[in-house]
């Protein structure tokens, strides 16, 4: 009776036993699908719901997500190598983004999973904090991981405008930057979004240490309340954006190496890399004022830290954002500052005609001088960084810079008067207010708020926005009333 009672027991016991451990394994198995599922989803906010794939997805000891071999597809081909480094590979797609690991961060650790044991795809999911560290990236596509966030920065220097200037390279690969003598660490990206009060702050890092890091700041509000995880699926408008660079000696290993390849000598690069920087930005209809382009100069010539952004005089909507970086209207509508050691000044971008410029995939010097007649440019030689910019005042924090501020070569755009917003605008006015916002007031419609894109002594072309697009006019100097500049 009592080896009986003893077996029973013994029996149930292995029946609770097979329980727990069943539970157990149920319990790992949907905390690894919720695993596999925060990956998915992050990865769909990171890369604004593109084409991505993993390797192994599994938990760190704190409850992060791990995952190993991430890949990032391009939608639209690489046209052309930048080099033969580019072309010769066979190990890394041209046009896949490749990631050693990324570790997803939530709130919560262990706590978050058990929350939404029940949810294993996190579809219900609220998550107001979200932090993403990729790790290892590589890629011969010559694309910047964020796709489009980080602007014209290169995908490894992490450095702007990394290859202009450069007769024989549209960007640089990692084996280029070692021929550089540069140490070129491993490439890791960061991001971060916290959301509070339906504002979203996003704060992106790539660094490759001993070339160069830049650290990205975006602020915007959110149209209706949502979980970071659903980030890319609900409409948000950008209030502010900044970059900030911090050169590890790229600048000054690039102009060495591009001057060396090219055969000239290091001042001409740098003349040759300025006027790169000045054709692309005319192909986005932009002109930098004197200031800007005196601390980009300085940048270009020995490194260090320079930093740009500010606020949008009117918020960008989430659907426009891409369209209006690349087509340099985001530019016009910042009330931005460029910071370059102590000083700090006032961006005063001017709008012009954009002009393309037929780079197809390739250097864009090399474009410009396809553009010349098969000439180079004649660029001059920059031979040594301009003096520090010059200020007299300080207003609201940001330097206002003397009239008399020094000319860097005869090529760079002229500053145009100050004009403040609200300013009542006569037919003579509006040469100085181009890509600017306007309400324009004429003899036979009503006021319409609209860009001024490009302005002549008869006829000013403004552009309106309208629903799903703009809509171009044309104002004769005769039926021209009045204008009020708005932004």
Not at 36 to 62: E, M, P
Not at 299 to 321: L, M, N, V, W
Not at 339 to 351: D, H, L, T, Y
Not at 403 to 412: E, M, Q, V
Request: aromatic residues 6%.
């Amino acid at each position: 009776m009592g080896k009986s009672s003893m077996r029973a027991g013994g029996g149930r016991m292995r029946w609770v036993v097979l329980a727990v451990v069943a539970g157990l394994g149920g319990v790992g198995y949907m905390a690894h699908q919720q695993a596999k599922a925060l990956v998915a989803r992050s990865l769909n906010v990171a890369f604004d719901n593109g084409d991505t794939d993993v390797g192994r997805v599994f938990f760190d000891w704190n409850g992060d997500a791990v995952a190993s071999d991430v890949s990032l597809y391009l939608s639209n081909p690489v046209v052309a190598p930048a080099s033969d480094a580019a072309a010769t590979d066979n190990d890394l797609g041209a046009n896949t983004l490749k990631f050693d690991r990324l570790v997803v961060r939530v709130p919560g650790g262990w706590g978050f999973y058990l929350r939404n044991l029940a949810d294993s795809s996190l579809k219900k999911a609220e998550v107001d904090a979200l932090h993403m560290s990729f790790e290892g990236f590589d890629t011969r596509a010559g694309v910047e991981p964020t796709m489009g966030k980080l602007g014209a920065i290169g995908a490894l220097s992490a450095s702007p405008f990394e290859a202009e200037g450069c007769a024989k390279h549209a960007y640089f690969v990692r084996d280029e930057l070692i021929e550089m003598g540069l140490g070129a660490g491993r490439t890791t990206l960061d991001y971060e979004w916290r959301e509070k009060d339906s504002r979203v702050s996003l704060r992106a890092v790539l660094n490759t240490p001993g070339v160069s890091r830049v650290q990205f700041d975006r602020e915007e509000t959110l149209a209706e309340p949502t979980s970071l995880l659903r980030l890319v699926d609900t409409p948000t408008a950008t209030v502010s954006e900044h970059w900030d660079v911090a050169d590890q000696g790229f600048v000054v290993a690039r102009n060495k190496y591009c001057a060396k390849q090219d055969g000239i000598d290091e001042g001409t690069f740098i003349g040759r890399h300025l006027v790169s920087v000045q054709r692309q930005l005319e192909t986005r209809g932009l002109v930098a004022d004197p200031q800007t382009v005196a601390a980009y100069t300085d940048f270009a010539h020995k490194g260090g830290q320079i930093a740009f952004g500010g606020t949008y005089a009117t918020p960008i909507h989430s659907s426009e954002r891409a369209q209006a970086h690349a087509n340099g209207s985001a530019m016009l509508r910042m009330q931005g500052t460029i910071e370059r050691g102590s000083g700090k000044v006032a961006v005063q971008w001017r709008g012009t005609t954009p002009r393309p410029l037929d780079a197809a995939g390739g250097a864009t010097f090399a474009a410009m001088t396809k553009e010349n007649g098969g000439a180079a440019p004649a660029v001059g030689s920059v031979t040594e960084p301009p003096p520090d910019v010059v200020v007299s005042t300080v207003q609201g924090g940001v330097q206002t810079p003397k009239t008399d501020a020094p000319k860097y070569a005869s090529s760079l755009p002229q500053a145009a008067p100050t004009i403040a917003p609200g300013a009542r605008l006569a037919w003579g006015d509006l040469a100085h207010v181009q890509g600017r916002m306007l309400q324009v007031f004429t003899m036979h419609n009503e006021p319409r708020t609209a860009m001024l894109m490009s302005v002549n002594g008869n006829e000013a072309h403004v552009r309106a926005r309208m629903p799903g697009g703009h809509a171009d006019y044309r104002v004769s100097k005769e039926a021209f009333v009045r204008a009020i500049l708005i932004q």
